[in-house]
């Protein structure tokens, strides 16, 4: 039955992977809330129960945003020398969720072998690597943004390979962006390179990929990070960008974001998605809060009208596209964030309203329920990971001015699932840097027949690696306090 249930439904087997999802997913969440004794229980849980070594076919952004990311924040919170959460310790841990995290990553790397691109299957099966039937087409945020957590795992295991694929990942899609308006599209086929989905936007498909583009700048340091972001930025204000200049004033619509074919910049649709909704809060990371502002305003006019955010939501009609609201976390990021850069209490206000109307129309007996229909809010029995992992924590840390994450001597990034990952100088060594600079600029890869490929790395073997794993405590460090908002002085403060 199990086994013919989940190859009957593709989309929850290639989620939830029959690995403990959302225990794994939720670890950091119970840091934050400062519940060491859950915590450490469902770590040992983990650690006693969770196998990768399954036949089991996963999207290996969702394994790797959900899973590999959380077991490696947790890993961080066990062995931080601060503990800033209370005693998060393990009693004889001996970096297992390390080992767990290192052991997924391997299993997810076949999928960046055989891709003339380099750009990687969007499947891999656990077990057996790509499987034979699969798809040729993958999604440019699914594919481009692995960096955050393959970088996090290269670094900490002094192991190149990881962080080497999706580095190698990103610039083959950078190098497929439109020479006219610099934009991407959201699908593109790995073999040839083609672009299959021409539209261009901030919501499914692409969105991650830009906040990865920061975010690996803001953690790792590398310059054409941060290059490729800005240019991204730009393409997105230039092209997207439609409604008057400025947000409180002058004449026009207010701003607002839209979906463009990638090479004429024409518009293509009249819906903006939910997923958007964390455009917000890149936007304040990089220090744009004035349009952050306008954008997050816009989409909590849509939260008030339905108490909940619909999947698409057509702007012309100004009615929903697609109806259901699987829990998202965006909006409530985009408050948080907000919140947090601005300290004006609309953004509380905000809050609570999400809040209630979470309780009022998803609370069920064992949890919180996916609005199937946001008009007559019927429900669907389904709980995502991200509830707890990103809008459970999002809304938690909006309400609690104390939390460790705003005061304590460290300073932290959320990955795109919401993991916190200290931002220190450990993650900023890669003595491997020259050797990726020898493969040419962001435009030179994906082109170059000179790249060793993976295998050739020879660190692919995980049972040898397994032993290699290096005792991070040696590095924990002491780190200034600073909340991320201006991205310049954040990497300047290092
Ligand atoms: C999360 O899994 C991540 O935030 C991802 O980047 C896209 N959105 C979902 C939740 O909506």
Not at 140 to 158: D, H
Not at 249 to 259: A, R, S, T, W
Not at 268 to 291: C, K, R, Y
Not at 308 to 336: H, I
Request: net charge negative.
């Amino acid at each position: 039955l199990f086994h013919f249930f989940f190859s009957s439904n593709l989309n929850i087997n290639d989620v939830l992977g029959n690995y403990s999802l959302t225990l794994v997913d939720a670890l950091d969440t119970l840091a934050i809330m400062g519940n060491s004794s859950e915590f450490q229980k469902a770590v040992k849980l983990v650690i006693n129960t969770v196998s990768f070594d399954k036949d089991s076919t996963v999207q290996v952004f969702e394994a790797t945003i959900r899973v590999l990311g959380s077991l490696l924040s947790a890993h961080r919170i066990i062995t931080d020398s601060k503990q800033p959460f209370g005693d998060m310790t393990i009693k004889d841990y001996d970096n297992e969720l390390l080992h767990m995290a290192h052991d997924l990553a391997v299993r997810l790397l076949p999928a960046f072998e055989n891709t003339k691109t380099g750009i990687p299957y969007p499947r891999v099966n656990l077990k057996t690597g790509v499987p034979p039937d699969s798809n040729n087409e993958t999604c440019t945020a699914g594919a481009g943004s692995l960096l955050v957590e393959f970088g996090i795992l290269s670094r900490l295991l002094g192991d190149s390979t990881f962080e080497w694929v999706a580095r190698r990942a990103v610039k083959a899609l950078w190098s497929l962006r439109s020479s006219d308006t610099g934009l991407l599209g959201n699908v593109v086929n790995i073999q040839t390179g083609h672009w299959v989905g021409k539209q261009s936007g901030l919501g499914a498909g692409l969105d991650s990929f830009y906040e990865y583009l920061l975010k690996s700048y803001i953690l790792f340091g590398e310059k054409e990070d941060l290059e490729m972001f800005n240019a991204a930025y730009q393409s997105i204000q230039n092209y997207l960008r439609r409604g008057r200049e400025a947000c409180n004033e002058g004449e026009g619509d207010p701003p607002l974001y839209v979906n463009v074919n990638m090479f004429s910049g024409q518009l293509m649709n009249t819906w903006i998605d939910s997923l958007q909704a964390f455009f917000p809060g890149l936007q304040v990371l990089i220090g744009d809060v004035e349009d952050a502002i306008c954008l997050h305003a816009f989409y909590y006019a849509i939260w008030k009208r339905y108490g909940a955010l619909p999947e698409r939501y057509n702007w012309q009609l100004q009615a929903p596209d697609v109806l259901f609201y699987p829990l998202r976390p965006e909006l409530v990021e985009s408050t948080y964030l907000l919140y947090q850069a601005t300290k004006n209490p609309f953004y509380l206000h905000v809050g609570m309203d999400i809040l209630q109307s979470l309780e009022k129309y998803t609370k069920v007996k064992c949890g919180y329920a996916t609005l199937h229909h946001v008009i007559d809010k019927s429900k669907e029995d389904r709980m995502e990971s991200f509830f707890l992992s990103e809008t459970c924590k999002y809304l938690y840390l909006l309400f609690d001015e104390e939390n460790p994450v705003h005061k304590s001597g460290t300073r932290y990034m959320f990955t795109t699932e919401g993991h916190i990952i200290s931002v220190d100088e450990r993650l900023r060594e890669s003595p491997w840097k020259e050797f990726f600079s020898e493969e040419g600029g962001p435009d030179q890869v994906g082109k170059s027949g000179h790249r060793p490929k993976p295998q050739e790395l020879n660190v692919i073997n995980s049972s040898s690696n397994c032993n290699r794993v290096p005792d991070e405590r040696r590095y924990a460090l002491p780190l200034k306090s600073i909340y991320m908002r201006q991205i310049d002085q954040m990497v300047g403060l290092i």
